[in-house]
């Protein structure tokens, strides 16, 4: 079994992806800004600032795989947001660690070579779009410029994915790549199948420095 630091761990995504590993034995760190009110059975938390390199140190420290799990919104802007991975980046680079990062949908491609969704955001409300360009960056720009020591995965989910979009447990996913497993309406998927998808990857070891879709 790994120990697993998940960055974001009381989140949409986060907290699935601790019920999900934790679920599989594994050892579970969860990082979050605050603790949560009903903690997951033999997961151990910490209370933190993700900004903080300080504290990211400390959990990244032992760890044999780590998830950024973080949104760009709230407390993390477009630019810190960013920031805060490049830091984490660079310790799991340091750790010899393989970084996943939960990803966004605008970022991947309706067909191969085409141009990725967020090139045209004209359906998506203004308001969204500072954080889902800061999200694309990272699978755009900043991890392909990470050193070539690091092993990166971004693992981007279907388009109908979050806490406003539930979706149903079918305890199955398709897994796609820089393709959308479905680029007609961008379909959807829940959180425990996300990570059930998510810990699949960590325990396979078989995607490197790439962006994957994980849809129903």
Do not use: C
Not at 54 to 65: H, I, K, P, Q
Not at 133 to 150: N, W, Y
């Amino acid at each position: 079994m790994a120990r697993i630091t998940v960055i974001g761990g009381t989140g949409y995504a986060g907290r699935a992806i601790v019920a999900q590993a934790a679920a599989r034995g594994h050892q579970v760190t969860a990082l979050s800004r605050s603790l949560p009110e009903e903690r997951i059975p033999d997961v151990f938390y910490v209370q933190g600032d993700a900004t903080d390199q300080a504290t990211l140190v400390s959990v990244v420290e032992g760890a044999e795989a780590v998830v950024g799990a973080l949104a760009p919104r709230g407390p993390l802007d477009s630019d810190s947001f960013r920031a805060t991975y490049r830091i984490l980046a660079r310790l799991a680079d340091d750790a010899g660690v393989p970084l996943f990062v939960v990803g966004g949908y605008s970022s991947l491609r309706p067909a191969p070579g085409a141009e990725r969704f967020i090139t045209d955001l004209s359906d998506v409300p203004v308001h969204l779009h500072d954080e889902i360009r800061a999200g694309a960056a990272l699978v755009m720009e900043d991890l392909p410029a990470a050193p070539k020591t690091l092993d990166w995965v971004f693992v981007s989910p279907a388009l109908r994915f979050g806490a406003h979009a539930p979706g149903e447990r079918l305890d199955r996913y398709r897994l796609g790549d820089e393709v959308a497993v479905q680029p007609e309406d961008g379909g959807a998927i829940s959180a425990p199948d996300y990570a059930l998808g998510l810990v699949d990857l960590i325990e396979r070891g078989e995607r490197h420095r790439e962006q994957v879709n994980l849809a129903h």
